[in-house]
């Protein structure tokens, strides 16, 4: 095969995205987790020192979103599935926890 054929077959394989594309979109991803997590902390921090209490369901969607990205990433990707694995994990038990928090299982 050429290049230009194999390039061709990859792209269909990939719904006509190159690698190149699919690495943004992942890197994409990955940030703005991050992003979600440092917003998530500072309200969480500002509605505890304001005594506001906090929103549970909030943060429950966007440590699910950690849950899905980092298991995917887990079954997935060989490389750093034990770290993948264990950050799924911790995220699924803060998930389970804010959930619990929302109907008032705990605390």
Same mark, same amino acid.
């Given at each position: &095969?050429?290049?230009?054929?194999?390039?061709?077959?990859? /792209?269909?394989?990939?719904?006509?995205?190159?690698? @190149?594309? %699919?690495?943004?979109?992942?890197?994409?991803?990955?940030?703005?987790?991050?992003? &979600?997590?440092?917003?998530?902390?500072?309200? @969480?921090? @500002?509605?505890?020192? $304001?005594?506001?209490?906090?929103?549970?369901? %909030?943060?429950? *969607? #966007?440590?699910?979103?950690?849950? #899905? %990205?980092?298991?995917?990433?887990? #079954?997935?990707?060989? /490389?750093?599935?034990?770290?993948?694995?264990? $950050?799924?994990?911790?995220?699924?038990?803060?998930? %389970? &926890?804010?959930?619990?928090?929302? *109907? /008032?299982? #705990? *605390?």
């Amino acid at each position: &095969m050429k290049k230009e054929e194999i390039l061709e077959a990859s /792209k269909k394989e990939n719904k006509k995205k190159d690698v @190149y594309e %699919l690495q943004v979109e992942s890197k994409g991803a990955n940030i703005a987790a991050v992003c &979600m997590l440092i917003l998530a902390a500072i309200y @969480y921090s @500002y509605e505890i020192i $304001t005594g506001k209490g906090s929103n549970p369901a %909030l943060y429950s *969607f #966007i440590a699910i979103y950690n849950v #899905i %990205l980092f298991g995917y990433k887990a #079954i997935k990707l060989e /490389k750093s599935r034990k770290l993948n694995i264990f $950050t799924s994990v911790v995220w699924g038990i803060l998930t %389970l &926890m804010l959930v619990l928090e929302y *109907f /008032k299982v #705990i *605390f």
